[in-house]
């Protein structure tokens, strides 16, 4: 399996402009995870998918975050319009959900530079 | 609310020696605890997980983990430290949200290996 494939790596843009970053999780994983990685606030869960269906949002930091996940292979983060403290490591994790942990395997991240 | 410390944001081990990487928490009830390690570039990667039992946890790579209920701990250690295990290692713990585990992190300690 390839793992967990996130794209693009490395994303630079000007402040407001609209930014999507790509996932496709692990197949037949059921959850769903987006991250964001800063020096300042360390690793902070932003939103997280049950089969397709986002289940707790409120760790997107504002409206200008939103995330989609129209089927089990694929979900998109969007951020518009874009602003310079977006910038971050942002990682996309799946797992699959039975009645017990499992374990969340990440993607290499995409890094945003927001100018 | 659960909270994850790592006291330490920098380690510095001479290859071969000893190691051991701090993490307290505070939570509620029974913690799943877990500890991650994040090479540059890369994702976060499962290095052992304790949900109950022997408190005493064996990872992958060489790591162990002790729990420490009385003092709210789960430690990393390692007896001879690799020049590859240079890296970021987070402790986490985690709760139960809509089914789903889902991992708090610790700001992570950064481990420096010296030849």
């Known amino acids: 399996d390839a793992g967990v494939i996130q794209s693009p790596r490395h994303e630079v843009t000007e402040m407001g402009q609209e930014v999507t970053l790509r996932c496709k999780p692990i197949?037949?994983?059921?959850?769903l995870f987006w991250y964001r990685q800063t020096m300042m606030r360390g690793l902070e869960l932003l939103i997280y998918?049950?089969?397709?269906?986002?289940?707790?949002d409120s760790g997107m930091p504002e409206d200008r975050f939103s995330a989609k996940m129209p089927n089990a292979s694929f979900s998109t983060l969007k951020i518009q319009p874009s602003e310079p403290r977006d910038s971050a490591v942002y990682f996309c994790?799946?797992?699959?959900?039975?009645?017990?942990?499992?374990?969340?395997?990440f993607g290499p991240g995409t890094r945003l530079t927001v100018l | 609310a659960q909270s994850v410390t790592q006291p330490d944001i920098h380690i510095t081990v001479s290859e071969g020696a000893s190691l051991e990487l701090r993490c307290n928490y505070s939570?509620?009830?029974?913690?799943?605890l877990f500890w991650y390690v994040q090479s540059p570039g890369q994702g976060l990667q499962l290095l052992l997980k304790?949900?109950?039992?022997?408190?005493l946890v064996q990872g992958i790579k060489g790591f162990e983990a002790e729990f420490k209920r009385s003092q709210s701990s789960f430690n990393l250690r390692k007896p001879s430290v690799h020049w590859s295990d240079a890296a970021e290692y987070f402790c986490?713990?985690?709760?139960?949200?809509?089914?789903?585990?889902?991992?708090?992190f610790g700001r992570g300690t950064s481990l420096i290996v010296h030849p």
């Open positions: 994790a799946s797992s699959l959900e039975t009645s017990g942990y499992n374990e969340q395997f």
């Open positions: 197949s037949g994983h059921n959850s």
């Open positions: 998918f049950n089969n397709n269906v986002p289940i707790d």
């Open positions: 939570y509620g009830a029974t913690p799943y």
């Open positions: 304790y949900f109950s039992g022997d408190t």
């Open positions: 986490a713990v985690a709760f139960v949200s809509g089914g789903s585990y889902i991992p708090t």
